[in-house]
């Protein structure tokens, strides 16, 4: 197996699943709780990764990010060198990418939390950040769990946004599915079986937490 594919792939899922965490919990916040009419709008951009061709999408980032687009050439001028095809520019895609799967879990559970006991808390004069932080957070931890792990999963499995974006550099955005792609072209079914059937073990170990946390087996697990 290539353990350097490996390594990229969990790193970059790694820290797709943390910044979507930071950055999607806000976002879930707003579309759980905003009255504003058309709200509906913002939801649909968040989940249009899920039906947006991955070549489509990352194309699209592609020329966003390329030396050609405003932000590409600020980031050029400021770092150095072009974002595309660079671990930094797999890692904004894949954010992107994956960004329905952790707020739409991270929205569902919120929805959940009783409104009486949020209302009551901001009647007593807890603030809103407090309150989000000690009542909301703690009430729908399984959906962020959820949310997390199911970004670090899809970021795992991707292939059609990290070949548009990332291309195929050997340590930096040679991911295990690219490595799979190169292996089963040049014939090598061996290594291209051991490595997609790790990613099969993975992929399955990481479903049964979600489906664990959700089912909340450890509730009956016989207390010493």
């Known amino acids: 197996m290539n353990w350097i594919a490996i390594w990229v792939t969990f790193k970059l899922a790694g820290l797709t699943a943390l910044i979507l965490l930071i950055i999607g919990l806000p976002i879930a ?30 194309f699209y980032i592609l020329v966003a990010i390329g030396p050609r ?25 894949s954010i992107l990418y994956s960004l329905p799967f952790a707020v739409q879990p991270f929205a569902a559970a919120f929805d959940q939390v009783d409104r009486r006991l949020i209302e ?30 199911l970004s670090f999963a899809h970021t795992m499995g991707e292939f059609g946004v990290v070949l548009m974006v990332g291309g195929n550099l050997e340590g930096v955005t040679r991911t295990v599915s690219i490595d799979i792609y190169d292996e089963v072209q040049a014939l090598n079914y061996d290594a291209a079986s051991q490595t997609a059937l790790f990613l099969l073990i993975v992929s399955y170990l990481v479903l049964l937490a979600v489906y664990a946390i959700n089912r909340n087996v450890w509730a009956a697990w016989p207390q010493k």
């Open 69 to 93: 687009s405003p932000f590409g050439r600020l980031y050029a001028e400021l770092i150095g060198h072009p974002l595309p095809f660079t671990f930094e520019g797999l890692l904004l895609a």
């Open 120 to 149: 009551t808390s901001w009647t007593l004069g807890v603030s809103k950040f407090h309150t989000f932080f000690k009542l909301i957070v703690p009430l729908s931890a399984a959906g962020l769990v959820t949310g997390a792990v």
């Open 29 to 58: 916040y707003w579309v759980s709780f905003s009255r504003w009419r058309w709200k509906f709008i913002v939801e649909s951009v968040v989940a249009l990764p899920l039906v947006l061709p991955p070549t489509v999408l990352g």
